[in-house]
């Protein structure tokens, strides 16, 4: 296993998942509802700041390498589902939406690694879908965590309105790249 900054910064991401839930067990007399939500949030938003950094460092210094490549993608699903899981029981999130993007997340995986076996990873390369659907995660799930209004923008509805975008965007990507994929699975399938 390579060690550099860019892997050092996913690791940390992956660390910071736990620190994030634990803050949800911490009880109100110990830390106010709405701090413990401004630091799930702020942490949130630096684990979705270091992705971007790590992989642009990587590029950058010719960091990349075969496990950056799988640890990162990893990295993020597991940030997104778990703090899905979270607002699932804070009631601020549809099980049917956590469902939806979890599942999607699961599945293209899976998709992922099969088409790597064959080959033909290149048939379920990230598309613009998938990072429009990432970004409206990446906005969505800090205001959901932080529900109350900032700067005079409500940011529980804007966390609302823009999970469902997600969650449509979820969709879509998974149906473009199972379409992508379908005639290798066609093939390997029979």
Not at 39 to 60: E, K, Q, V
Not at 124 to 142: E, R, S
């Amino acid at each position: 296993m390579p060690i550099n900054l860019p892997i050092i910064l996913t690791w940390l991401r992956i660390g910071m998942i736990p620190l994030v839930v634990a803050l949800f067990y911490v009880p109100d007399s110990i830390i106010h509802t709405q701090l413990r939500d401004a630091i799930a949030a702020s942490a949130f938003i630096l684990a979705a700041l270091t992705d971007w950094l790590d992989g642009w460092l990587a590029r950058r210094w010719n960091q990349t390498s075969s496990f950056g490549a799988f640890l990162d993608p990893v990295a993020d699903k597991l940030m997104v589902c778990a703090a899905l899981v979270v607002l699932l029981s804070l009631d601020r999130v549809d099980s049917l939406i956590a469902v939806v993007i979890v599942g999607r997340e699961i599945t293209i995986s899976a998709l992922r690694e099969w088409m790597a076996q064959l080959g033909a990873r290149a048939n379920v390369a990230v598309h613009w879908l998938g990072k429009f659907k990432t970004a409206a995660q990446m906005i969505a799930i800090p205001c959901l965590l932080y529900p109350y209004t900032l700067f005079e923008i409500p940011l529980a509805k804007a966390g609302l309105i823009l999970i469902i975008i997600a969650a449509i965007l979820t969709v879509w990507s998974m149906f473009y790249y199972l379409r992508r994929a379908w005639p290798v699975i066609r093939e390997k399938a029979i």
